[in-house]
């Protein structure tokens, strides 16, 4: 199984993270901020990976650093779950919706950190103790650990509940689509320089 256990520990956050690719969406999620674990439970779910997180921090000032830094590390373990990225599709898509909204996710595990974000109305809005605008940045904090594209659409919506979601459930097709193995690769590298990883 394809797994891999990241820590991260700061004066700001302690993050722990343990993910498996190839699992069938068991989870166990304890983050001081609710959304945020409504949001994992997603991924886990609907990408079908086996996740674990423990994250503490530093709330009374603001969600930030804990959900910035949660990003940081699932990118991280997925980065390291994923090895030299060999045999794998490599890239991911998804365009899901919920109610009356629309998005897409894109994904390629390229080696390359990119991170684009096309989602508006957002600003300013909070859901519970959850910041909408930190949603970017845990996106951007994964792109930048995994090494990864990570492209964001909102095509339509209102709601800022139903955009947030749905842009973590299209991310979880994404990458589960992006990290399945292809038998037909025969355990190539699927890439034109041989390398994903340099």
């Known amino acids: 199984m394809r797994s891999a256990r990241v820590e991260r520990n700061t004066k700001e956050t302690q993050i722990t993270v343990e993910l498996g690719l190839d699992g069938s969406g068991l989870r166990q999620l304890d983050t001081p901020l609710p959304f945020l674990g409504h949001m994992l439970d997603a991924l886990a779910r609907h990408g079908l990976f086996d996740l674990t997180v423990t994250a503490r921090g530093d709330i009374e000032i603001d969600g930030h650093h804990t959900v910035e830094d949660t990003g940081l590390v699932l990118g991280q373990a997925f980065r390291e779950a994923l090895g030299d990225r060999a045999g794998i599709a490599r890239y991911g898509w998804a365009t899901l919706p919920m109610d009356e909204t629309l998005a897409t996710v894109a994904v390629d595990f390229s080696g390359r950190p990119a991170f ?34 990570v492209h964001v659409m909102l095509h339509y919506g209102g709601n800022p509940h139903h955009v947030i979601e749905i842009i973590f459930k299209a991310f979880a097709k994404a990458l589960d689509q992006a990290t399945k193995v292809d038998p037909r690769l025969g355990g190539a590298v699927p890439s034109t320089k041989g390398t994903l990883t340099t």
């Not at 859901?127 to 990864?148: M, Q, S, V, Y």
């Open 116 to 149: 684009v974000w096309n989602v508006a109305g957002l600003e300013g809005k909070w859901i519970g103790t959850f910041d909408c605008e930190l949603a970017k940045e845990f996106f951007a904090a994964f792109a930048t650990r995994a090494e990864a594209n």
